[in-house]
């Protein structure tokens, strides 16, 4: 199985927020941080970074799990009630970087390629690097959304 790398990028980016210096923060949830990715040729595009360093879900003790997976139900509803896409795309793959995260992908029907998976489409050629001034706005209606949601679900 995949080990948990010593020098991981994941990490490091967990280090930056929890400094507080992370651009694409949205929330600090119990079981890990929110994010927008770097890249929005998916607008909303986001991902959830588990803070144990783990390679994969079934590292994680049974409550860690289902407190990852309930974390994760509940940023795949704030993308999906905020930007109203057609579909969800929830992924984890972390064959690259084996340390445990999910991606989140708002799809939309206006896409070239709305049934294909993202990663056969990804073309670095059309990247849309993360404009956070530009998605500040977004930022913080994920941010409250999923305050709302937290509040709601308790
Ligand atoms: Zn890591």
């Not at 709305?114 to 500040?136: C, F, H, I, Y």
Request: charged share 25%.
């Amino acid at each position: 199985m995949a080990q948990h790398p010593a020098n991981c990028e994941i990490c490091a980016r967990i280090e930056q927020l929890q400094s507080g210096a992370h651009p694409g923060f949205i929330a600090h949830l119990p079981s890990g941080f929110f994010v927008l990715g770097d890249s929005q040729q998916w607008r909303g595009y986001a991902l959830l970074l588990c803070v144990t360093p783990v390679a994969d879900l079934e590292e994680l003790d049974w409550n860690r799990r289902l407190e990852f997976l309930r974390d994760l139900a509940l940023c795949s509803e704030a993308l999906s009630n905020v930007l109203k896409p057609h579909k969800m795309n929830v992924e984890s793959l972390g064959n690259l970087v084996p340390h445990l995260h999910f991606h989140l992908f708002p799809r939309y029907l206006t896409e070239q390629e709305p049934t294909k998976p993202v990663w056969v489409q990804m073309n670095p050629s059309e990247d849309v690097a993360l404009d956070v001034e530009g998605e500040r706005e977004l930022i913080a209606q994920l941010k409250r959304e999923i305050e709302r949601l937290i509040v709601q679900r308790a």
